[in-house]
Every structure is written in C-alpha cells, then in structure tokens.
C-alpha cells in the first residue's frame, strides 16, 4: 500500500513539476501528451514512469541525448516521501489539507530555489482549492490578526522578504488556524537558517537573494507533525 501511495506521490509532482514549466498555462495543455523540452518529441509511457523512467534513461532523453534536469528526480522523491507521511506519523491538520498545500508548497519550492519566483498559477490553484475544502467558508478574528499582520509587514520589509512570500503566507493565513499559522511563521527563519549550508552546498543560493519558500514548506510539514508539541513548548501562549 505504501509502495502505491509513493508512486502516486512521485507522480503528482511530476505533473506540478511539468504545470511549473510551462510559460503559458492553458487548459488545451493539460489534454496534450507530453513532450520532451528539448526536441519536442511525444514521450512514451515507459519515459513518463516517475522516478523509474530517469533511472532507466540514465537522466538523459530516450529520442535526442539531452540531459533531464535533476530537479525533477529530486522533486518526485520527495514527492513520494511527501505521500506516505501520514501512514507514518499522525497529522494534526485535515489529510487531504496536508496533501494539497504540501504538495503546492513543494512545487513551489523548487521554482523559488530555481527562479526566486512565487507564481500566481499556484498561489490562485491553492486558494481555490483550499477554498473548496473550507466549505462553507468563515474566518475568525484571530485570523484577520494574522492577515493584517502580513500585509502591515509586507510593506515594512519588502526590501528584505519577497512579495512572493508574503502572497503565499496570506493565501495560508486565510485558511489555516491563526496559532497554526504563527507557528508556521515563527518557525520559517530558523528552518531557513539551517537550510542555507545545504543550499550553499549544493550551489542553489544566488546571493544575494535567498529562496524562503522551501523554509515556508518545511516549517509547514513540522507544525504538521508537532502542532500540540510546539504548544506545549510555548506554554498556551497563544
């Protein structure tokens, strides 16, 4: 079972992996076989297996030799490993809440790490459809806290955090508890510190700018994971 569910998480994000790529979305896109970016060739089914297809092609296109960026490798791993978290360790967030914001925060991540770029295309598919799993919508006034909170700090320090971020953080803030959400926050720099010899390790940092989002993402998972830990620590402060 857990074998399946990794599957199907490699897959998902191979898929947001492709939606990323792409300059200009359009719903024809997603009725149209993939392709490969460099020679434009239909790609097989036995090129498309996630994670076994970059295996077996030695990272490298079946029809023209060009290289198959890594990020894609890395990218359905994790998204695998993103998949059977919870058959592993108790969530205290909806399941399927995890799934879509996890996944969409990962996505993310990469394009940030890529391009220092939040796109709009994600930030609208997390707001429509974290809508949809809110149904009937509300927000509490602790949450418009929150929200004034960012926007207020969004025009204090957008010299040194990007707008990107903050629409993302909003997008959360309107859907996920106020303490959850501060949480999510609190943490964000710390994880962002510890990330930077890694990033600086693999050659991913473009000083001086510093993706934020894959710290958003990771902070997220351990709230995640830990929410009624954290509140513990911080002694029902909030």
């Given amino acids: 079972m857990i074998v ?13 992996m492709h939606i990323a790529d792409v300059r200009q979305l359009c719903f024809r896109m997603l009725l149209e076989r993939s392709k490969c970016s460099s020679c434009n060739h239909v790609l097989n089914w036995r090129d498309l297996m996630p994670i076994g297809s970059y295996i077996m092609l030695k990272g490298k296109c079946r029809y ?10 890395i990218a359905e791993i994790l998204g695998g490993l993103i998949a059977v978290i919870p058959f592993i360790y108790p969530l205290y967030i909806d399941t399927s809440v995890f799934y879509m914001i996890t996944f969409l925060l990962l996505a993310l991540s990469m394009i940030d790490i890529q391009y220092l770029i939040v796109p709009h295309r994600f930030l609208f598919v997390c707001l429509v459809t974290n809508f949809l799993l809110h149904m009937p919508f509300s927000i509490t006034h602790s ?4 929200i004034a909170l960012l926007i207020i700090s969004s025009f204090c320090l957008y010299r040194v955090i990007g707008m990107g971020d903050f629409k993302l953080l909003l997008v959360l803030a309107l859907f996920l508890p ?12 710390p994880i962002g510190v510890l990330l930077l010899p890694l990033l600086y390790y693999c050659r991913l940092l473009k000083l001086p700018y510093i993706p934020l989002v894959p710290a958003i993402s990771l902070s997220f998972i351990v709230v995640s994971l830990s929410y009624p830990v954290i509140i513990t620590i911080v002694g029902g402060f909030i």
């Fill in 4 to 16: 399946i569910v990794f599957i199907l998480g490699s897959a998902v994000m191979s898929f947001l």
């Fill in 64 to 73: 023209c030799q060009a290289l198959i960026p890594r990020k894609l490798l």
């Fill in 143 to 146: 949450q418009i806290y929150v």
């Fill in 178 to 189: 106020a303490p959850f959400m501060v949480f999510v926050i609190w943490l964000t720099f």
